[in-house]
């Protein structure tokens, strides 16, 4: 008999649904006090902001993507079966699941960047548009590097170790993979704190799943949530 691929998900989930949700809360904790704390420092500088540097909003992004990280590597490393199970890197394949994840990602960022652009069109002056293209566009590199860093590295591999290598397998073992494609999908929207982008992050998280639940592995779902987010950061700077 041929052997797969793909790794079986384990009977038992490696963490508890409680387990995330005490962690989001901590996340949406900090953020909340994090954006107080720069809102307040902001006052007292209001002209250091430069699109040439991080301001506030990409400074608490920064902060609290590293906080996801502990939270993400404190939940793996006390985890059923360890850190390897826990992210689906137990089988082979990785390098097939990346080659797809990125073909993906490529694939879906022209219907991200539409549906932005068209939320953008009604949608003026908002914080993605303002915080994000502005910088794009005036910084004397294609992305601004703090942003670059952020959306194309840290993000998506904090992003992805936590929403597909450890919440949705909690959901999926007790919900199957539909409601736990969309519960993941109604945690990791809201993360953004972005009305402008709901539906291209909507449409994003389910392929994610998608992908995690076809390959058995987050490598497909962080090089995809890369290539997507470059090729978004590339299309509003052009």
């Known amino acids: 008999m041929a052997e797969t691929l793909v790794p079986p998900e384990p009977a038992v989930p490696p963490c508890r ?8 809360l901590l996340y949406f904790l900090l953020s909340f006090l994090l954006g107080i704390v720069l809102g307040f420092l902001g006052t007292l500088e209001p002209g250091a902001a430069s699109p040439r540097q991080p301001d506030q909003f990409v400074l608490l992004a920064l902060a609290t993507t590293g906080f996801l990280v502990l939270l993400t590597i404190r939940l793996a490393r006390r985890a059923r079966g360890g850190m390897r199970l826990v992210f689906g890197m137990a089988g082979r394949g990785k390098g097939l699941a990346a080659l797809f994840g990125a073909a993906v990602g490529f694939g879906v ?33 294609q992305a601004p590097l703090p942003i670059l860093f952020l959306m194309v590295v840290a993000a998506p591999i904090a992003e992805e170790a936590f929403f597909r290598g450890l919440a949705y397998p909690a959901f999926r073992a007790r919900f199957g993979v539909t409601l736990a494609s969309l519960l993941t999908t109604l945690l990791f929207v ?15 998280s389910l392929v994610l799943c998608l992908l ?27």
């Open 17 to 24: 649904i409680r387990q995330i949700f005490i962690a989001l």
């Open 109 to 141: 960022a022209p219907v991200g960047m539409a549906l932005l652009r068209l939320a953008m069109d009604y949608l003026p002056g908002s914080i993605f548009h303002l915080r994000i293209r502005t910088g794009l566009e005036e910084a004397t590199v």
């Open 190 to 204: 809201p993360l953004h704190l972005s009305m402008l982008a709901l539906i291209p992050l909507t449409l994003l």
């Open 212 to 238: 995690r639940e076809v390959h058995g592995s987050v490598t497909g779902a962080i090089v995809a949530h890369a290539t997507y987010n470059l090729t978004l950061l590339l299309g509003l700077a052009g």
